[in-house]
């Protein structure tokens, strides 16, 4: 009787279904879609200052005070608001003599110089180039860095991201179509970004009493998303 009961329950063992056969596995199609936006800058940022020598780091350091001194005054008349007027650089450094062949000491100290730059911020772009040229007038000796930006970017963002969108979406339906399958729903959604290429301002510096010409070219903003959908 024992063995005949035992039969049955052996063979229903081996046809019941194991727990990792019972899932399903999907099929899915991922596609990364780009997107860009353009939209004109609307703020402008200058990295100017001034930089001095002396024989001593006391004497350089007078000398940037009163020049920088000069500089931000210029700023601040020519309608800058405080807030706009950051410290980027101040740095003081010794200057070497020329080491000579076979040296052992170190190279003797010459003097000394004095970098001080302010990051400075235009809101009003059809003012940038007169501030420029106020700026170099009152005694700033470097322009190292001219930018523009979009004090609100989020607008411009979500079109790129829209835009990102729209090209995953036309991607998989391509894709599907080539290969036979049908999209179902998504299951995710990745979203990535970034800056696009945007244009290279050329600035040209003249030293003379007409504005400097300035050219803010277009702010182009760069997005991305990642998309899974389910393939039937």
């Not at 772009?125 to 523009?148: C, E, H, P, W, Y």
């Not at 945007?198 to 600035?203: C, E, L, R």
């Given at each position: 009787m024992f063995r005949a009961l035992a039969a049955p329950a052996i063979a229903l063992a081996l046809i019941l279904p194991s727990p990792l056969a019972a899932q399903e596995t999907l099929a899915t199609l991922t596609v990364t879609g780009q997107g860009t936006a353009s939209a004109i800058p609307d703020t402008g940022h200058i990295r100017a200052g001034v930089e001095t020598t002396g024989k001593t780091a006391a004497e350089a350091l007078a000398a940037n005070n009163a020049l920088a001194t000069r500089v931000i005054a210029a700023l601040k008349e020519g309608g800058v608001e405080d807030r706009d007027?950051?410290?980027?650089?101040?740095r003081?450094?010794?200057?070497?003599?020329?080491?000579?062949?076979?040296?052992?000491?170190?190279?003797?100290?010459?003097?000394?110089?004095?970098?001080?730059?302010?990051i400075v911020t235009i809101r009003d772009?059809?003012?940038?180039?007169?501030?420029?040229?106020?700026?170099?007038?009152?005694?700033?000796?470097?322009?190292?860095?001219?930018?523009?930006g979009l004090e609100d970017d989020q607008p411009v963002r979500d079109q790129a991201r829209r835009a990102a969108v729209a090209d995953a979406r036309r991607a998989a339906a391509l894709l599907a179509e080539a290969a036979g399958v049908k999209l179902k729903r998504i299951l995710s959604i990745t979203v990535g970004g970034g800056r696009g290429p945007?244009?290279?301002?050329?600035?040209q510096m003249r030293m003379a009493a007409e504005a400097v010409p300035i050219e803010a070219?277009?702010?182009?903003?760069?997005?991305?998303?990642?998309?899974?959908?389910?393939?039937?």
């Open positions: 007027i950051q410290t980027g650089t101040l003081v450094s010794p200057q070497y003599g020329r080491a000579t062949s076979g040296q052992v000491q170190p190279p003797n100290i010459l003097g000394y110089s004095v970098v001080n730059e302010v772009l059809k003012t940038m180039g007169a501030v420029l040229d106020q700026v170099v007038q009152s005694g700033a000796n470097r322009i190292n860095a001219i930018s523009f945007g244009p290279v301002p050329q600035v070219g277009e702010q182009t903003l760069g997005a991305s998303v990642t998309i899974v959908w389910e393939i039937e």
